[in-house]
């Protein structure tokens, strides 16, 4: 059995109690070396065989996954964050379906949760924004061009970009063309909850500036959107006392 686990944004207490079981349980474990952090590999067993998938082809990772499986050992591969955003998961189970190896998936704490978290931000407020676009800038991987940064930012809502600390020269012209006003808060959160953690405020305008100023090269999302500060949001209707639930009669 392959078990597909989220490991959560960085502290190793942020990944699922049953991700945790998951690790503990482990014959193998193949983890994303580049982001996962490696102290959650101190809750396998002493007999577990640990494998950096940084270094290693799809195919490679197949193979461990394979030798493991005619072993009748358990396998967990363990993604950074949520690994149904940006993981390479499909193209690992489609060929574990083609050889008929059997794996689930376990969530975990998306990193733009984990960035949330450390600023203290809803990205939903009510009569800022109520969606959350998650997207990034094209690196070697393309973007289909229906998804492009313009065409997001018309929609003024929330937005975090992955993968693309390396391009906000860019990244904020194309925020600027689609519509986000130059002053537009924006946030910069590195590493979100590792102890080297870093996060800055800025605007759409000064994202490069502010990441050259502070060293900021990777491992960061950008956070975009009037949600990042807003001070004139609207109340939840949820929690508003003139207002009945199917649990809590209005009281005013
Ligand atoms: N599956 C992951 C994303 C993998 S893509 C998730 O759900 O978070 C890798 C990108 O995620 C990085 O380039 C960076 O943009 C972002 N990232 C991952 N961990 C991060 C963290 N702790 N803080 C800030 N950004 C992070």
């Known amino acids: 059995m392959i078990h597909f686990?989220?490991?959560?944004?960085?502290?190793?207490?942020?990944?699922?109690?049953?991700g945790k079981q998951y690790l503990e349980e482990a014959d193998v474990i193949i983890y994303a070396g580049s982001l996962v952090n490696p102290q959650l590999l101190e809750y396998s067993k002493d007999v577990c065989t640990i494998y950096n998938s940084a270094k290693?082809?799809?195919?490679?990772?197949?193979?461990?996954?394979?030798?493991?499986?005619?072993?009748?050992?358990?396998t967990v591969r363990l993604h950074t964050g949520d690994p149904c955003i940006y993981g390479a998961i499909r193209e690992q189970m489609d060929?574990?379906?083609?050889?008929?190896?059997?794996?689930?998936?376990?969530?975990?704490?998306?990193?733009?949760?984990?960035?949330?978290s450390a600023l203290n931000l809803e990205y939903t407020l009510p009569e800022i924004s109520q969606s959350v676009i998650i997207t990034r800038m094209e690196g070697r991987?393309?973007?289909?061009?229906?998804?492009?940064?313009?065409?997001?930012?018309?929609?003024?809502?929330?937005?975090?970009i992955?993968?693309?600390?390396?391009?906000?020269?860019?990244?904020?012209?194309?925020?600027?063309?689609?519509?986000?006003?130059?002053?537009?808060?924006?946030?910069?959160?590195?590493?979100?909850t590792w102890p080297d953690e870093k996060k800055f405020i800025c605007t759409v305008g000064t994202l490069a500036k502010t990441a050259a100023d502070n060293n900021i090269t990777k491992t960061a999302l950008m956070i975009i959107g009037d949600?990042?500060?807003?001070?004139?949001y609207d109340r939840s209707?949820?929690?508003d006392p003139s207002f009945t639930t199917e649990f809590r009669k209005a009281t005013k």
Do not use: W
Request: aromatic share 6%; net charge negative; charged share 25%.
């Open 5 to 18: 686990v989220g490991a959560g944004p960085g502290a190793p207490d942020l990944i699922t109690v049953r």
């Open 56 to 74: 290693m082809t799809l195919e490679e990772v197949i193979s461990v996954m394979e030798k493991a499986e005619k072993e009748g050992k358990t």
């Open 95 to 116: 060929i574990l379906d083609e050889k008929g190896i059997a794996y689930d998936s376990c969530p975990g704490v998306s990193s733009f949760c984990g960035a949330a």
């Open 141 to 160: 991987t393309p973007v289909p061009s229906k998804e492009s940064i313009q065409s997001f930012a018309a929609h003024q809502a929330s937005m975090v």
């Open 162 to 192: 992955f993968l693309s600390t390396g391009m906000l020269e860019e990244l904020s012209r194309r925020l600027i063309e689609g519509g986000y006003r130059e002053d537009t808060p924006a946030a910069i959160v590195y590493k979100a």
């Open 227 to 232: 949600a990042v500060n807003a001070a004139d």
């Open 237 to 239: 209707k949820l929690y």
